[in-house]
């Protein structure tokens, strides 16, 4: 992209053009080239949006929880930016994206934004293109980006990295899966939810949550909790989203958190844990992407990496081999030399 | 860089009723390797603001209670005005054969009779996605 | 000796097919039972057939002389425009023949989308909607027009409502009472048919709330409109979604006993309200499986009723209606259809069905011309009245294939009913989206095996030709939402605003009481009616207190 092309793409998205932040969101999708520079400029513009992940097994009812949380912050007058993650198939690389259609009514809202992404393959669930959508929303100017992600293994990691608040929502039935994922529930969640709270089993599974070690009563942390606390104790509340009771109490306690975060020092270092993270993710898929690049077009490369598909050499030597290079490298000391299977030599 | 997932939205208009046909080819789509923007209901208005935001290859609109050629006409005319001029178009549903030439000249790419496999449907997205331009 | 003679047979039997016996393997009919080639006295040991018709569980056939009484109810779907042209169309189908029992008239209107939505015309969402696929129907005078002149007590009005069920049969006795008629002449349906949302990615109410509104619609009915069929259990929607016919059958089953469990609970005795449920099911092409599902659906039926606590014969009588199957009709080579649909007629009256409802060979072009509406009707009247058909009670009782597959069905289907009882029943089979996975799926497998060919379709999958289809459909004339709107304006400047008023006000106080559990809807919907309230400002008023959303 021209110079002059890419600025005037970039004042766009900075202006809040629907189309304009929709085909950067494709390019970032599609690891286009031409995304980097855009996402280098629109990098300044970032660090004002509060990023909420909302995650849960399926059937917790996230969709209608995401939809009731849009309808509470545009009460407020915030702008909203929806990112809604599904899976992508394994085996035919496919995808419906069906959590779009919890949100119709706010088709004709322009100060919401709706983006349905598929996970593409990404290792870990939350794709690449998740973190670079969600700096798109905030530097385009939205004041809230709302991630629904399945929380199914990895995601929950994924999703601790990249957003300020996670908020879990847990539905009565899903014994089975609590119990599994108990280990992991003690690190996921700064606001845990008890959603369909008029089934059986609601206000059980929300005392059983609340006598959990660090987490309390929802009701506690809104008529007691001062901003200004030490520690966040993790308030477990009741909604039933469909009819979007319980979602103002949550807004504003998703909002509370946020000033937590601020006051202490809690949003730096998420921030700096998001950016080390994502700074990692992208070296580790540009390498590889590049290694492959060059073996592909490098005829001597091809050759070694023929060794390591013959057996004849092994994996972890040449991985170490290939650092090896790297730091000689950045030590001056290496000039047109490819890396070799020393060892082998040696032998 | 690998071969990008083909991004479709598959709406219903707004009222209608019968979304066995659209979702079975939600499916169908997903199976042949596309992204599918599974919308359910909504206007004209609706649907050209979903396919802005969710910047599809593809919209489909199924018709199941009339309307498709009003419909074809403000869909085309919304998604002009508003600088989506790359997007293929194809409807299916209870739409009669005899219209089909009328929706074409009006700009829908395709239009499917019911029954179809979704092969047909993928298929015909596979080979003219990214050749259309809606005039 | 018959059995010597019968072993006899079989043996000489299997040697003249010893040559190709193994190329013959048993094939799944659509509810995946094997199917063999051939049935035998020994293929019905042991099953009870000791049964007659019009005697419990009325197996085969609800009453003691099947059609020889008097024949099915024809009664054909229609309905476009406003409610002067669907008037038209009452009278010309009434003077093409089509009559109920005892030649009594039977109409069975279809309203359009923006009034099942409970939008009135001069909505904007209603916009290029209006009268295209049904008539549109909001205002008491709307009503008058659709009654007006027709006998009460000998007349049948169906109302294919969508789920403004309550403000349509409000609306039709607030008609019936502004002609000086007592509520208690009505005669015919509403369809009362919230359930449905099981399968339905439409927006409705709450499910606590759809029932509790069905349940006021048959109290109302019980006390006050005794000759009116509440109740339809719309099996017809499950099988139109993708549910093969013992899902049909089983689903079926259990809609109906909740609806019987929701009136007990309002309080209602089962033998004051199960008499005037109804079902609709659908006829798809594999003409014996039909046979069977419809008679064990009697059978079953009867079981079901008499454990809730039934004791009247009439209170155990499954009443179909049936609508053959849009679903399996094409768009390729339309005439083709009309085979289609002639079968599917044969199956429903070997079934002993109580109306039929007969698609047009261009079901999926539009809805239908004059001519194909006709033909349609007249396909059923041929069967009637040339074929001999009616003149015998359950033809097919005895039928080795057709009693053993009657057996099957029934097992098949309690396995399926039993599993969902045990899980809480249909309504939360519909609040935990359990009963749409269910029929997505199938709907996914038949689309796959039409697709690999495995299920012949002509035309689609067969004798496929490159022909365009010629066929001008019945077009609705978009000028009539212009017709509409102004007769609504005009209805609504005649009005007394105050009244109107109040009397939302009143529906409004009569909706939260039924959420607490207290007094009725119904009465006080009718009185609104009567007020000049429209359905859509009933629909409007509801949807708020119920909650429209879509559920799972």
Request: glycine share 10%; proline share 4%; aromatic share 8%.
């Amino acid at each position: 992209m021209e110079r002059t092309s890419l600025m005037d793409f970039v004042e766009e998205i900075l202006a809040g053009k629907v189309f304009a932040i929709s085909k950067m969101i494709s390019l970032v999708e599609r690891r286009d080239p031409k995304a980097f520079n855009a996402m280098k400029q629109l990098y300044g513009k970032c660090g004002r949006a509060h990023i909420i992940g909302v995650t849960g097994p399926p059937g917790a009812g996230k969709s209608c929880l995401v939809a009731a949380l849009v309808r509470q912050f545009r009460k407020k007058g915030l702008s909203v930016g929806v990112l809604a993650v599904d899976p992508s198939s394994p085996f035919t690389g496919g995808a419906v994206l069906g959590d779009r259609a919890r949100m119709e009514e706010f088709s004709s809202d322009p100060e919401v934004f709706i983006r349905s992404l598929a996970t593409r393959g990404s290792v870990g669930g939350l794709s690449e293109a998740v973190n670079g959508a969600v700096d798109i929303f905030d530097a385009a100017g939205k004041d809230i980006i709302l991630i629904e992600t399945v929380g199914v293994g990895q995601n929950e990691i994924d999703i601790v990295n990249l957003a300020h608040t996670v908020v879990l929502a847990l539905v009565p039935g899903y014994g089975d899966w609590l119990q599994a994922m108990k280990a992991g529930i003690m690190e996921v969640g700064d606001i845990l939810v008890v959603n369909k709270a008029d089934q059986p089993g609601a206000g059980s599974l929300l005392n059983e949550l609340c006598l959990m070690p660090g987490k309390t009563m929802a009701r506690d942390i809104l008529d007691n909790a001062d901003v200004r606390m030490e520690t966040w104790r993790v308030p477990v509340g009741l909604t039933t989203a469909i009819k979007g009771e319980g979602t103002a109490d949550l807004a504003s306690i998703i909002s509370m958190h946020f000033q937590f975060l601020k006051i202490g020092n809690g949003l730096s270092e998420k921030n700096r844990e998001r950016r080390i993270n994502q700074f990692l993710d992208l070296l580790s898929k540009r390498m590889r992407e590049e290694f492959v690049r060059h073996y592909q077009t490098d005829p001597a490369l091809r050759g070694w990496i023929e060794k390591i598909k013959n057996l004849k050499l092994d994996p972890y030597q040449a991985s170490e081999q290939v650092i090896d290079f790297i730091v000689e490298a950045r030590e001056g000391k290496i000039r047109n030399k490819r890396p070799t299977n020393k060892k082998e030599n040696n032998q | 860089m690998a071969d990008q997932p083909i991004k479709v939205l598959l709406a219903k208009k707004k009222i209608d009723v019968h979304g066995r046909g659209s979702k079975l080819i939600a499916r169908e789509l997903r199976d042949a390797g596309m992204e599918v923007v599974y919308f359910r209901f909504g206007t004209v208005d609706d649907i050209i603001n979903a396919a802005i935001q969710e910047n599809v290859d593809v919209i489909g609109v199924s018709i199941m209670t009339s309307g498709h050629l009003p419909i074809a006409e403000k869909l085309i005319a919304g998604l002009k005005k508003n600088g989506m001029n790359e997007v293929l178009l194809i409807m299916g549903g209870v739409i009669p054969e005899v219209d089909f030439k009328a929706l074409q000249e009006i700009g829908i790419h395709k239009v499917f009779l019911p029954g179809l496999p979704g092969e047909t449907v993928a298929e015909y997205i596979k080979e003219n996605v990214g050749k259309a331009r809606l005039n | 000796m018959i059995n010597e003679n019968f072993q006899k047979a079989k043996a000489a039997w299997e040697k003249g097919r010893q040559r190709y016996a193994d190329k013959i393997k048993p094939k799944k009919n659509l509810s995946g039972i094997d199917i063999k080639s051939v049935y035998t006295p020994e293929d019905i040991e042991g099953l009870d057939l000791a049964t007659m018709p019009g005697v419990y569980p009325y197996t085969r056939a609800l009453y003691p002389d099947g059609y020889a009484l008097t024949p099915w109810m024809q009664q054909m779907v229609f309905g476009y425009g406003t409610c002067e042209e669907t008037r038209v169309k009452m009278e010309n189908l009434v003077a093409q023949g089509m009559e109920g029992y005892f030649g009594h008239k039977v109409f069975n209107i279809v309203y359009d989308i923006p009034s099942m939505y409970g939008i009135d015309a001069d909505h904007p969402e209603a916009e290029g909607n209006v009268g295209q696929c049904g008539v549109h129907l909001s205002t008491v005078e709307d009503y008058d027009e659709i009654i007006r002149d027709w006998d009460m007590e000998t007349t049948n009005f169906s109302l294919i409502t969508g789920d403004n069920c309550l403000p349509g049969l409000a609306l039709i006795a607030a008609a019936a009472k502004r002609r000086g008629k007592k509520i208690d002449v009505l005669h015919g349906n509403s369809m009362n048919w919230y359930p449905r949302i099981a399968v339905q990615d439409i927006p409705s109410w709450e499910p606590k709330y759809g029932y509790a509104m069905m349940a006021d619609l048959i109290k109302f009915c019980t006390n006050s409109v005794p000759a009116w069929n509440t109740t339809n259990i719309f099996m017809y929607g499950l099988s139109e979604c993708g549910a093969t016919p013992v899902q049909e059958l089983a689903y079926g089953l259990a809609w109906g006993k909740s609806v019987i469990d929701a009136g007990k609970a309002a309080g209602l005795e089962p033998d004051s309200f199960v008499g005037r449920l109804g079902f609709q099911i659908g006829i798809q092409m594999n003409l014996f499986e039909e046979v069977a599902k419809l008679r064990a659906h009697r059978k079953m039926w009867a079981k079901v009723t008499r454990d809730a606590g039934c004791s009247k014969s009439q209170c155990m009588h499954a009443r179909v209606h049936i609508h053959t199957s849009g679903n399996v009709l094409t768009a390729q080579q339309p005439l083709n259809n009309t085979a289609r649909i002639t079968l599917q007629i044969l199956a429903a009256v070997l079934g002993g069905v109580q109306s039929i409802h007969s698609c047009s060979y261009d079901e999926t072009i539009g809805i239908p011309t004059e001519l194909s509406h006709r033909t349609a009707l007249r396909s059923q009247q041929i069967i009637m009245w040339e074929s001999g058909l009616k003149e015998v009670a359950d033809p097919l009782a005895g039928s080795y294939y057709v009693e053993w597959l009657t057996d099957q069905m029934e097992k098949e289907g309690w396995k399926i009913f039993n599993e969902l009882e045990a899980r809480g029943g249909y309504m939360k089979g519909l609040e935990d989206g359990s009963i749409k996975r269910d029929i997505d799926n199938s709907a996914y497998e038949t689309k796959i095996k039409i697709k690999t060919g495995k299920q012949p379709v002509v035309g689609l999958n067969r004798y496929v030709m490159d022909e365009k289809e010629e066929h001008q459909p019945f077009r609705v004339d978009y000028a009539i939402e212009k017709k509409a709107i102004e007769r609504l304006r005009a209805f609504r400047a005649k009005r007394n605003g105050k009244d109107v008023e109040s009397a939302l006000e009143n529906v409004k106080n009569a909706c939260q009481k039924l959420k607490d559990g207290e007094g009725q809807l119904m009465p006080v919907l009718v009185d609104a009616a009567e007020k000049g309230v429209t359905n859509g400002e009933m629909m409007e008023v509801m949807k708020r207190a119920f909650n429209w959303v879509v559920t799972e």
